[in-house]
């Protein structure tokens, strides 16, 4: 007679690092603000995130469970502003919450990877969001109206004060 064999969970490690490189780029990604400028000017990112106005230096504190199948990765910024997230290897699930500088929660996010980057859906109160990204880059984010916004790497890297993005990344260091 047979033996059923035990389900096999395969993962690759660049599912795993491709995801926890998005949950270190997302608060930066998160943090659009009302003045956009050129590729970004009508964006509806901003909407999404305009509660969220992190101020001051930022750092990135990135927890590994002990069997390596969790990763907790949380940014703070001086002001009270922070993102979490947490990845499961096994289930490919990585939550996001971002909140202000008060503690309220701006926005929430599932994100997972598909076979050319990841996607996340963005909630906000009812409206959703979804972001997707490209392993060349590239964004594409479907605003809550239906309307699809096409971003290349070129614009991304063209738009840091429409982003959030600053010059000087976050240090790695605690944020308890």
Request: overall charge positive.
């Amino acid at each position: 007679m047979p033996v059923a064999a035990e389900p096999v969970m395969r993962t690759t490690p660049s599912i795993g690092i491709s995801l926890l490189a998005l949950a270190l780029v997302l608060p930066s990604v998160a943090a659009a603000k009302p003045r956009c400028a050129g590729a970004f000017k009508k964006t509806c990112l901003k909407t999404l995130f305009s509660c969220f106005k992190p101020v001051g230096a930022c750092t990135t504190e990135t927890t590994l469970s002990p069997d390596f199948l969790h990763t907790s990765v949380t940014t703070c910024w001086e002001n009270g502003a922070s993102t979490v997230s947490a990845f499961d290897v096994q289930t490919g699930a990585l939550p996001l919450t971002v909140r202000n500088a008060r503690g309220q929660v701006c926005t929430t996010a599932s994100v997972v990877s598909t076979g050319d980057g990841v996607a996340s859906t963005y909630v906000r109160g009812r409206r959703h969001w979804i972001i997707s990204t490209a392993g060349n880059g590239a964004m594409i984010v479907t605003c809550p109206s239906g309307r699809v916004e096409h971003y290349a790497a070129a614009d991304l890297a063209q738009a840091p004060g429409c982003l959030g993005r600053s010059a000087t990344p976050c240090q790695a260091g605690s944020c308890s």
